[in-house]
Every structure is written in C-alpha cells, then in structure tokens.
C-alpha cells in the first residue's frame, strides 16, 4: 500500500489539528456539529425547504398536489420576464437570520453552505444553464459592504456545478432606493434603467443561457429588470437561483 504523500498527509493533520481546537459549530445557533460549515439538526429542521409541488415559473409552493408543470395565478396574471425561478427555502425563521449574517454581518464564509443549498435545489435550471451571474449592487454600495453577497453565491454555484462564471455580465449603473418598503410598482419603478449589459460582455450574453442568482426573491422586481436587460442583449433564456424567497400563503 502507497503511503500517503507528505504534503497531503500534512494538510490533513493540520485539519485535524484545527478541528480539536476549534470544533465545528452550526453556522446558525453555534450547537455542535459533525462537520465544519453545517447546521445542526434542529436549525436544519426549522428551515421552510421548498420543494414540490411548486409553480414551475415563480416556483413558490402550491399547498396540494394537482400534478405536474402547473403554474400558479400569479404566473398566468403577471408571467414574469425570467422563464424560470428556484429557491431553497422561504425567507423566514432561520433562513432569514442566515442572509442576513452573510448580508451585513460580514459572515462571507455563510455563502459556502448556502451556495452548496442552492446548487443542489436548482439543479434543473444549472443543468441547462450556459453561465452563471450575480445580480449586481452599485459601486457605492458594494464599496460600503465591501462584497456582493450575490456574487459569492454564485461564483459558489458556478464552482459546483463546473460553469463559467461572469461576475461582470451585468452592471448597476443607477443607484436605486432601497426596495425596503416599496410596492411591487414601486419597485418596477425604481429599478428603471438601474442594469445594463457592458459592450465588453455582450458577446458572453448572446445565445446563451443564463443563470442568475440573488439570495433572496421578495416580488422578483430586481430579478425581472436583470432578466430584461440580458434579454434585449440577446440572452436565449434567463433563470433565476436564490436561496430563499418570500412567500404568502395567500
């Protein structure tokens, strides 16, 4: 039998050694774990998973059972400009806490778990998908929060799944409100005009399919001003990963 060779052999004796001293600990409440980046099984028992049945535009989750490739009254009254949208979970409880440690609690290393989440509950959108992208913030922002919580998400979902990733196919070029409060028509509103697609990136765009990633679909405002700007810049189709979305049971 071949012996183990150092380098390697070292690395996972140094792993060890971190692990003994600083044992792994749930990325949500800080319980033990098996593993290191996990969540323990009552952090993981409190997340809203979404799965089917579900709308197979807007993907939000139908109470009952009618059978498959059904979509909801909201697609069919308001059909979204993105084909197709996928999250983990709802925007709620543990999930919420989550984003908001990697959103503003400078937590990037959260975007590892969740990226792994999310790569796993798309897998039908990543298997069609050409290339991955972030919805992008506006340079004053992103300098303010000093990274694009979208971007780590996706450049972990594009690492995964083996697609290129361009974290520069879209730009924010307007600063908008922040959606906080708006109404859907208030959001549509602000986010005119907010995204373009560089001349530089155009060539990556044409033809291909799209996949773009937030960390969370509140009305999908954001999300549907993205899609239309990728569209007219020639994108065959644009679909949507997040890690969770809100939803109303109404």
């Given amino acids: 039998m071949a012996l183990e060779p150092p380098r390697r052999a070292l690395a996972a004796a140094l792993r060890g050694l971190v692990a003994l001293v600083y044992p792994p600990v749930c990325i949500a409440c800080r319980a033990a774990t098996g593993e290191a980046q996990a969540l323990c099984a009552h952090c993981w028992g409190e ?3 979404i799965e089917r049945p579900y709308c197979e535009r ?3 989750p139908f109470a009952v059972d009618l059978g498959t490739g059904l979509l ?3 697609a069919i009254a308001d059909p979204p400009v993105f084909a197709r949208a996928r999250a983990v979970c709802r925007f709620e409880g543990v999930a919420r806490e989550l984003v908001h440690r990697l959103k503003y609690g400078d937590r990037a290393e959260l975007a590892l778990t969740l990226g792994r ?8 959108l990543i298997a069609e998908a050409d290339i991955v992208t972030p919805v992008p913030l506006h340079r004053t922002r992103l300098w303010r929060r000093r990274f694009n919580q979208a971007a780590l998400l996706a450049g972990t979902v594009a690492r995964l799944a083996a697609l290129p990733y361009e974290p520069a196919l879209l730009a924010r070029i307007r600063r908008t409100r922040r ?3 708006l109404s859907r028509s208030q959001r549509a509103d602000n986010l005119q005009g907010a995204f373009r697609v560089p001349e530089g990136a155009r060539r990556l765009v044409e ?7 937030d960390d ?4 999908g405002a954001t999300v549907n001003a993205a899609a239309r700007i990728l569209l007219r810049a020639g994108a065959r189709q644009v679909d949507v990963l997040t890690f969770a979305r809100v939803v109303t049971d109404a």
């Fill in 47 to 49: 997340i809203g998973f």
């Fill in 58 to 60: 807007l993907g939000t």
């Fill in 179 to 181: 959606q906080v409060g």
């Fill in 207 to 213: 033809g291909r399919r799209v996949l773009l990633v």
């Fill in 72 to 74: 909801s009254p909201a």
């Fill in 216 to 219: 969370v679909l509140t009305t």
């Fill in 117 to 124: 989440m999310m790569a796993q509950a798309g897998h039908e």
